[in-house]
C-alpha cells in the first residue's frame, strides 16, 4: 500500500527561511515537544525550498518554505488517512503557525485553506 499526501493549506510568510530562522525553529520544537498532541520528531530536508517534516507517527507533516509562502502537507499510509481529520489539521496548523510567529515570519494566523 502507498502513501496518501493531501496539501492541506499555505500560510504567507513575510520573508524567506534563514539558516538563523532554521536553528529557532528546531530549537522551539525540541523546547516545546510536550505542547503537541503526540510525540513529534522532526528534520530538514535541504534543496531549493527547504521542507521541514514534522512526525506524529503514523502522520508526516511537511512544511515547504517557498520565498513568501509556506505550503503545509500531510502524509499517511492510506490506512491511517482517517487520522487527517480537520480537527487534527486545524490543530497542526495551530502549532506551526505558532512555530512560524516565534520565528518572526508571520505576526498573526493567516493560514489559508
Do not use: N
Given at each position: 500500500m502507498s502513501d496518501v499526501t493531501e496539501k492541506l493549506?499555505?500560510?504567507?510568510i513575510d520573508s524567506p527561511l534563514t539558516e538563523a530562522r532554521r536553528e529557532t525553529?528546531?530549537?522551539?520544537?525540541?523546547e516545546n515537544a510536550h505542547r503537541f498532541p503526540m510525540p513529534i520528531e522532526h528534520s530538514w530536508v535541504d534543496g531549493a525550498e527547504?521542507?521541514?517534516n514534522l512526525v506524529t507517527?503514523?502522520?508526516?507533516?511537511t512544511a515547504c518554505f517557498h520565498h513568501r509562502s509556506?505550503?503545509?502537507s500531510?502524509?499517511?499510509p492510506r490506512w491511517a488517512s482517517m487520522f487527517l481529520t480537520k480537527k487534527l489539521r486545524e490543530e497542526v496548523r495551530g502549532h506551526i503557525?505558532?512555530?512560524?510567529?516565534?520565528?518572526?515570519?508571520?505576526?498573526t494566523g493567516t493560514a489559508q485553506a
Open positions: 493549506y499555505d500560510i504567507p525553529i528546531s530549537k522551539f520544537i525540541v527547504p521542507t521541514l507517527k503514523p502522520v508526516t507533516w509556506v505550503e503545509v500531510g502524509m499517511a503557525e505558532s512555530i512560524l510567529q516565534h520565528a518572526g515570519f508571520v505576526t
